[in-house]
């Protein structure tokens, strides 16, 4: 059940989803996810907050993989929490694709969807006949989106797209932590995401194109590009100096910016400092060594003024930096984890969360569609499917 819920309502730190009758921008879109793991179901999961009708086309006995990739061994309802955080607010098909009958069924249903996504490694899809050229005969005005690891051709296609090793691949490893740390992995699925969230962008501006012309299109994507692009800071800075930018000796947090970005440990917690001239910052912390340094240092002096701030704020309170800080109105932030974000009036005004409830009269806390429509928020309590819930009634609703 979709809902959209209005900012001027209560706020309960729990919100659960209500009916309603307004409609959402994809309500009537058919959006067929042959997909696994999370690249490919994460972009299905926006498509679905947005209205979509996500139909998840999946492997008898087996499904999605991700069914049975445990995050912490947490398990709900026989599947893994992963799977249901990702793939709530859809519906679930089972077809035997190498069956000429089942495979005669996904055919009929292609000629009636409008988007197609897939994420399987090159090759597959066309080896089952449902390469875009095939389903484009099928259905002229299809959206067919591809996501693959490193692309369709050349020498990499082949290789495993999993997010770590293509966070090796693309040099990201080298943009967080201090200049002697060995190669630091980012500690979420970025690649898959992003590259999730780009796909959605593609679908959406196929579907504009459709509008205007009545034409389908093919979306291409790949992680390793997703993760290139993400790093379009790093990577223009390299091919204008041949050189990898270096990341800090200490306090790094960003490999081009230079002091006192980074974060700092204080007497109790730690402190997030942001772009702030050294003048400033050091009439406003009283830092007298800092009076050496000037702002044309901030690059070539930058590890030696970020050790003096290192050593200086140990002395004193995070709440004490950020009171003096935020006096002169410098960028600051106490450095937060999940259990004293939540306790924030700000984290409880956004309205973050909501609840999925499940079959068996359970239910599970995760976050909402971070997407406001005209200043009002997207809910949904709709679980995700259990495998081939939906398939009886898709086939006799469209064959």
């Given at each position: 059940m979709k809902s959209i819920r209005?900012?001027?309502?209560?706020?309960?730190?729990?919100?659960?989803?209500?009916?309603?009758?307004?409609?959402?921008?994809?309500?009537?879109?058919?959006?067929?996810?042959?997909?696994?793991?999370?690249?490919?179901?994460?972009?299905?999961?926006?498509?679905?907050?947005?209205?979509a009708r996500v139909i998840k086309i999946e492997n008898p006995g087996k499904g999605d993989l991700c069914r049975i990739l445990p995050i912490k061994n947490r398990w709900v309802e026989n599947d893994s929490?992963?799977?249901?955080?990702?793939?709530?607010?859809k519906e679930s098909y089972t077809a035997n694709l190498k069956s000429e009958h089942e495979l005669a069924e996904i055919k009929r249903l292609i000629g009636k969807a409008d988007v197609l996504m897939h994420n399987f490694r090159p090759g597959v899809m066309e080896k089952l006949g449902l390469?875009?050229?095939?389903?484009?005969?099928?259905?002229?005005?299809?959206?067919?989106?591809?996501?693959?690891?490193?692309?369709?051709?050349?020498?990499?296609?082949?290789?495993?797209?999993?997010?770590l090793l293509l966070q090796a691949m693309s040099g990201l490893m080298f943009a967080s932590g201090n200049q002697k740390d060995g190669p630091m992995p980012f500690g979420l699925a970025i690649g898959d995401m992003?590259?999730?969230?780009?796909?959605?962008?593609?679908?959406?501006?196929?579907?504009?194109?459709?509008?205007?012309?009545?034409?389908?299109?093919?979306?291409?994507?790949?992680?390793?590009?997703s993760l290139l692009d993400m790093q379009f800071e790093v990577l223009t800075t390299y091919f204008a100096s041949g050189k990898r930018p270096l990341r800090s000796a200490v306090n790094s947090a960003h490999p081009l910016l230079g002091a006192p970005y980074g974060i700092y440990a204080t007497k109790d917690s730690h402190l997030a400092i942001a772009m702030i001239p050294i003048a400033p910052l050091r009439e406003a912390?009283?830092?007298?060594?800092?009076?050496?340094?000037?702002?044309?240092?901030?690059?070539?002096?930058?590890?030696?003024?970020?050790?003096?701030?290192?050593?200086?704020?140990?002395?004193?309170?995070?709440?004490?930096?950020?009171?003096?800080?935020?006096?002169?109105?410098?960028?600051?932030?106490?450095?937060?984890?999940?259990?004293?974000?939540?306790?924030?009036?700000?984290?409880?005004?956004?309205?973050?969360?909501?609840i999925i409830k499940l079959t068996?009269?359970?239910?599970?806390?995760?976050?909402?569609?971070?997407?406001?429509?005209?200043?009002?928020?997207?809910?949904?309590?709709?679980?995700?499917?259990?495998?081939?819930?939906?398939?009886?009634?898709?086939?006799?609703?469209?064959?």
């Open positions: 209005s900012p001027s309502e209560p706020l309960p730190m729990n919100p659960e989803s209500k009916s309603t009758t307004k409609s959402l921008p994809l309500e009537g879109v058919i959006v067929l996810e042959f997909c696994q793991y999370l690249s490919g179901p994460s972009a299905g999961l926006r498509l679905a907050d947005l209205g929490l992963l799977f249901h955080t990702i793939n709530r607010n390469g875009y050229e095939a389903v484009k005969a099928l259905n002229a005005g299809l959206v067919y989106a591809e996501i693959s690891g490193y692309g369709a051709e050349g020498p990499w296609a082949r290789k495993p797209g999993q997010d992003l590259c999730g969230a780009q796909a959605v962008q593609g679908i959406l501006a196929a579907l504009v194109h459709r509008k205007r012309t009545g034409k389908g299109s093919r979306i291409s994507l790949s992680l390793l590009e912390l009283g830092c007298g060594e800092l009076e050496r340094f000037d702002q044309s240092m901030v690059f070539t002096h930058r590890d030696a003024i970020k050790q003096v701030l290192a050593d200086f704020l140990k002395s004193a309170t995070t709440d004490h930096w950020l009171a003096k800080l935020r006096e002169k109105g410098l960028w600051a932030m106490d450095v937060k984890d999940w259990k004293q974000l939540k306790a924030t009036q700000g984290y409880r005004q956004s309205n973050l969360e909501q068996n009269g359970q239910s599970i806390k995760t976050n909402r569609c971070p997407i406001r429509i005209d200043g009002e928020v997207l809910l949904s309590d709709r679980p995700a499917p259990t495998l081939g819930e939906h398939t009886a009634s898709i086939k006799q609703e469209f064959n």
